[in-house]
C-alpha cells in the first residue's frame, strides 16, 4: 500500500478512543445527513417521480431506465475518484462539497424537462453523491477505532440508516408535491429534496468536523494483493446492485399499473425506508459485527430476494404492496451496510477509502446495468413484472457469490 501524507491523526485517534458512545452516535447522525442525500433523495425517490415524468415526458420505459443508468455511470466516476478527492481535498471537505453539489443538482432537476438535460443532472448528481457516500462511510468507519467491534460498527450501521430516512422522508414529501403541483409536480418534487438537501448540510457539517483528519497513510491506494482477497464480495456487491436497484427504480410503476392509488404508493415508500432505518439499526449493526466470511452478504441477498417475490407472485393489491416494503426494506441497505464492515474487517485501516471506493465502484457498475435492461425487458411482452424477475435472479446469484468469500485478516 502507498501511504499518503496528511495531517491530524492525533485528533482523530483522542476523539475515537475517548469520546462518550452518545458523543460518537450523535457524530455518525450528522454524517447521516449524506446518505439521506445521496441515495434517499438523489437515488431513490426518482422512483416516486418515474411514474409522473414518464407520462408527462412521455417516455418509454427504456428511457426512464436510462436516467438511473446515467445516475449510475455518474456514481461509478464518483466512486473511483472518491479516494482522490479525499487525498486532495481532505475527507471532511470532499464530503461536504461533494453533499452541496447534490443539493444543487436536485434543484436544478426542477428547472428543466428537455431529455439530455435531465440525463446530465443525473449523471452529475451521481458522481457527487458517489463521493458523498464513500467518503461518508470512510468517516463513519473512523467514528469509533480503537474499540470492540460491536461499538464500532454502530456509528456505521447508523450512517447507513440515513438511507431509510431519506427514503421515509421523500416518501412522504414527492406525493404530497405530485398532488399539489399537477401536472409540474414532479418538478416540485425536485425541488424540495434539493431545499432540504440544503439544509442537510449544517449537521453534516457539525458530524464531519467532529472526526479529524489521519495522518500518514490514509485514504492510501491498495495493492493487487490487498485486494485479492475481496474478489467474491466484489461479484456479489455487483449482481446485489444491479438486483435491488432495478426494484427500486421500477416497484413503484409496477404498483400503479396494477392499480394502487398514490396513497398507497406513498404507505409503501414510507414502510420501506423506516423497515430499512429500523432494520439497520437493530439488527444489521450486530449481525454484519459478527457473521464472518460471506455469510452476512448471502443473507442480506436472501432477504432483500424475498421481498422482491410478493408484488410478483401474490394477488395485486395492497397486502402484496406492503409484504414487499417490509421484506425488502429490511435487507436492502444491509448491502452497503455489511460491504463497508467487510472492507474495515479485511482491509488495512489505511486502505479503508480506497477499499470502499472500489467496493462501490462494482455496486454502481450493476446500478448502471440492472435499470436498463430491466427497463428493456419492461417494454416487451410481459410488462414491468418481467423487468422486475430480473431483479430475483441477479439477487439469487448474488448471494451465491458471497459464499464463495472467506475470512481474512489484513497484514
Do not use: K
Not at 470492540?148 to 431509510?164: D, F, Q, T
Not at 408535491?177 to 401536472?183: C, F, T
Not at 418538478?187 to 448540510?201: E, I, K, P, Q
Not at 490514509?218 to 435491488?244: C, K, N, Q
Amino acid at each position: 500500500m502507498r501511504p499518503v501524507a496528511h495531517s491530524g491523526a492525533v485528533a482523530e485517534s483522542a476523539f475515537s478512543a475517548g469520546a462518550s458512545p452518545a458523543r460518537q452516535a450523535l457524530t455518525a447522525l450528522g454524517l447521516a445527513a449524506g446518505p439521506v442525500v445521496a441515495l434517499g433523495f438523489t437515488r431513490f425517490a426518482y422512483a416516486l417521480l418515474l411514474p409522473a415524468m414518464h407520462e408527462r415526458l412521455h417516455w418509454s420505459y427504456a428511457q426512464a431506465g436510462g436516467m438511473n443508468t446515467a445516475n449510475a455511470l455518474g456514481y461509478i466516476i464518483g466512486a473511483a475518484t472518491a479516494a482522490f478527492w479525499a487525498r486532495r481535498l481532505g475527507n471532511r471537505a470532499a464530503f461536504l462539497w461533494g453533499l452541496a453539489v447534490s443539493a444543487l443538482s436536485l434543484c436544478a432537476t426542477a428547472a428543466t424537462a428537455g431529455f439530455s438535460a435531465l440525463l446530465t443532472l443525473r449523471f452529475a448528481g451521481g458522481l457527487a453523491t458517489a463521493v458523498v457516500f464513500v467518503v461518508g462511510s470512510a468517516l463513519a468507519s473512523r467514528v469509533a477505532t480503537g474499540v470492540g467491534s460491536g461499538r464500532a460498527v454502530l456509528p456505521v450501521a447508523i450512517y447507513m440508516a440515513g438511507v431509510g430516512a431519506g427514503v421515509v422522508i421523500s416518501g412522504l414529501v414527492v406525493p404530497a408535491a405530485l398532488s399539489a403541483g399537477q401536472d409540474a409536480g414532479w418538478r416540485l418534487g425536485w425541488l424540495l429534496m434539493g431545499l432540504a438537501s440544503v439544509a442537510a448540510l449544517l449537521p453534516a457539517w457539525l458530524g464531519a468536523r467532529a472526526v479529524g483528519e489521519p495522518t500518514g497513510p490514509h485514504a492510501a491506494l491498495l495493492t493487487a494483493d490487498e485486494l485479492r482477497p475481496l474478489a467474491p464480495t466484489l461479484v456479489w456487491y455487483a449482481l446485489f446492485g444491479a438486483g435491488y436497484v432495478s426494484y427500486m427504480t421500477f416497484a413503484v410503476a409496477l404498483l400503479r399499473t396494477q392499480g394502487l392509488g398514490s396513497s398507497i404508493v406513498s404507505v409503501f415508500f414510507v414502510v420501506l425506508g423506516a423497515a430499512s432505518a429500523v432494520a439497520t439499526l437493530t439488527v444489521w449493526g450486530h449481525l454484519t459485527g459478527r457473521l464472518r466470511g460471506g455469510h452476512a452478504p448471502a443473507l442480506v441477498a436472501v432477504l432483500v430476494f424475498l421481498g422482491v417475490l410478493p408484488v410478483l407472485l401474490m394477488s395485486p393489491g395492497p397486502a402484496a404492496a406492503l409484504l414487499s416494503a417490509v421484506v425488502f426494506g429490511a435487507g436492502f441497505m444491509a448491502g452497503p451496510t455489511a460491504a463497508t464492515v467487510i472492507a474495515r474487517r479485511m482491509l488495512p485501516a489505511p486502505g479503508w477509502t480506497a477499499g470502499i471506493a472500489l467496493l462501490t465502484v462494482a455496486f454502481s457498475l450493476g446500478q448502471a446495468v440492472g435499470p436498463l435492461v430491466s427497463g428493456l425487458l419492461s417494454d416487451s411482452q410481459g410488462g414491468i413484472a418481467r423487468g422486475l424477475w430480473l431483479s430475483a435472479v441477479l439477487l439469487v446469484l448474488s448471494a451465491v457469490a458471497a459464499l464463495f468469500q472467506r475470512e481474512h485478516t489484513p497484514s
